[in-house]
């Protein structure tokens, strides 16, 4: 099994819009840093994926019916975390 450079995984990932202002209480989550990072692999890439793209793609495979609605409380109690 083929082991994972951390380095390159953190050199192939999203950068932050240039256009955000991050503030201390985070009002803005679009534009606050990651504080979880996956590295991730596939046969020919490595690459880093934050916990926001995450949820934004479950988000998406709800909407679209690829996955069970989730409870309303569940969304709020992730957007306060």
């Known amino acids: 099994m083929k082991t994972i450079d951390p380095a390159a995984t953190y050199e192939n990932r999203a950068q932050l819009r240039g256009d955000c202002v991050q503030t201390e209480d985070c009002t803005d989550y679009e534009c606050c840093p990651e504080e979880l990072v996956f590295a991730m692999r596939d046969k020919t890439h490595t690459f880093s994926l934050g916990l926001t793209t995450v949820l934004e793609c479950l988000d998406i495979a709800v909407?679209?019916?690829?996955?069970?609605?989730?409870?309303?409380?569940?969304?709020?109690?992730v957007r306060r975390y």
């Open 63 to 77: 909407r679209e019916g690829y996955l069970p609605q989730l409870p309303d409380e569940w969304w709020i109690d």
